[in-house]
């Protein structure tokens, strides 16, 4: 016997209140670690720990949901002290748009990696398979985010702000600093990969968060179909 439609409705609706807290929950992760990294730093070393509720985010909850917390990110960094004394002078258009696209278009590249590898998973019959292409999805994900995010930052150093004076006369410094913070971030984000793919795992099967695994096996049992892609389509 199929679900009734109010059942459908009031699941829906639970889903999507989820998704909704899930991801406030994830965007005030993201403005108070970033407001911590503007402000909290060793020597002129940033630690960004902002990026990985960014990745959760667009593991969980689509590349949209990934490339709003990284707008979210980079409208933090625009109010960092090193961004308004340095580079907003300069420049403020520039420095605005570099700061908004460097994270949001890495938040949205993560959402889109790993639902590709989402997608084969799906289709792959084999569960081993299953299990490590989402493995690899998590963790290409999580490290792909701090590798975009740097390469836009020097990209568009580069074209926007090679007229700054410390750009030519401590190249050398500036790209250390630049270096330091990227390992740190990519060694940030490839220790916490692993972990990611266990917590992922469990938020998104026993808490029916992002793929809502038993909600789709749940309809699946009742081959109710048609409503299981009209219901996927409207969260």
Not at 23 to 28: E, I, N, V
Not at 44 to 49: D, F, G
Not at 169 to 180: L, P
Not at 182 to 207: H, M, Q
Request: with cysteine; hydrophobic share 55%; aromatic share 10%.
């Amino acid at each position: 016997m199929g679900l009734k439609r109010k059942e459908i409705y009031i699941m829906k609706n639970s889903l999507l209140i989820k998704k909704l807290v899930g991801l406030a929950t994830l965007t005030a992760l993201v403005v108070a670690l970033q407001f911590l990294s503007n402000y909290v730093k060793f020597g002129e070393v940033e630690i960004t720990l902002a990026l990985i509720p960014i990745v959760v985010g667009a593991i969980l909850y689509g590349p949209l949901a990934g490339g709003f917390l990284g707008l979210v990110m980079g409208a933090i960094v625009i109010t960092a002290p090193g961004t308004q004394g340095l580079f907003m002078p300069v420049n403020p258009a520039a420095t605005i748009i570099l700061c908004l696209l460097k994270t949001g278009i890495a938040g949205l590249v993560a959402g889109l990696v790993f639902n590709l590898f989402s997608f084969i998973a799906r289709k792959n019959e084999n569960k081993k398979t299953k299990i490590t292409l989402f493995g690899v999805g998590v963790v290409l994900a999580t490290l792909l985010v701090p590798v975009i995010n740097t390469g836009l930052f020097m990209v568009g150093a580069v074209l926007f702000f090679n007229s700054l004076p410390y750009f030519a006369d401590f190249a050398v410094t500036w790209a250390t600093v630049v270096t330091v913070n990227f390992a740190i971030e990519f060694t940030v984000s490839a220790v916490a990969s692993p972990a990611l793919v266990v917590l992922i795992k469990v938020l998104a099967r026993n808490y029916n968060l992002g793929f809502a695994h038993n909600f789709d096996e749940f309809l699946e049992e009742e081959e109710n179909s048609v409503l299981e892609e009209e219901i996927i389509a409207s969260i």
